[in-house]
């Protein structure tokens, strides 16, 4: 069973992949040319059903996506859908950690609260469309730790870790991450979905 | 009646003098040498009452202060206590401001809604405290408007104003302004408060 999954991160294919055994993931780069529109809805389960439906429109193939992002309790739940574009602009890693680092500064440790959530959906070319949300608690760090992972991994310590998110490796990070939980969800719903 | 106004802003002593009619406002710089702590509350009122104790404890004089920002809907009431070091470090309107423009670059018209809040607060040598807040509600605008005001001002559109915040005067938007509201509330109980 082929499946488009809705982003040009051949890195993100890889990693989805492992967990959605049974299925055969496409990364856009080997389907389709066109260009995603921008991520307009204000939570992830309706961007992730936005680059889907995206994806499946353009490929006539069912497709999968998600959209995930930090929801950090003393900022009201932001940067949230806007994660990857906090400082201004999109996907610039560094930037924005630097500027959340800078922003709870004077936040004590008893507020530094956070989770990770991913919302993962499949749109069928039938019309058919599955959502489901994976998170992960933690907190705040004050100083990056650690080289794996992207994002905020380096200033994030799961609940009941001692280690940021980006000094585990990627099959510590899958068994507890917000993106493995959502995509294990996933997963038996779409495999039923696309024999059905 | 003299009232220390918890702040080294000499504008703000000035634009507030205007309001308290009957006090005579002291700035910081009249009459203490002491470094205000961070403003660490996660409410205006909690920040104001912080900022007025710490002026009455250090001084020995009735003291009042303020705390405001700016509360964006698709922010979650975000910039909100960290508006004025939204960018990471304090007081730099500028970066304050193209930060924000962008992280709402990709949000709609029609969710582009905001306010600005202000609580102001008072402290009595005695121990009574007093804090109320003030609203004015508005939409972001896309670019800069205007050079008068200061932070968010040039991004401001006020509900019903086809000039934006910098655009209007100092009268103008002191009548309808967060800041004008709060103080015109805490005028009249102050006055109270310190003759009984």
Known sequence: MRV?????NAGKVVELQRILTGIEL???DQVAAYEPGPETEPTFRGNALLKAREACAATGLPSA???SGLEVDALNG???VLSARWAGRHGDDLANLDLLLGQ????PDDRRGARFVCAAAAVLPDGRE???EGQMRGTLLRERRGSN???YDPIFLPAGSELSSAELTSDEKDAISHRGKAFRALAPLLV?????
Chains 1, 2 share one sequence.
């Open 26 to 28: 496409l990364g856009l």
């Open 149 to 151: 992972g992207f994002g």
């Open 78 to 80: 932001m940067p949230g």
């Open 192 to 196: 039923e979905a696309l024999a059905g």
């Open 65 to 67: 996506a998600d959209d």
């Open 130 to 132: 599955l959502a489901v």
């Open 104 to 107: 709870v500064a004077d936040v």
């Open 4 to 8: 488009v999954l809705a982003t040009r």
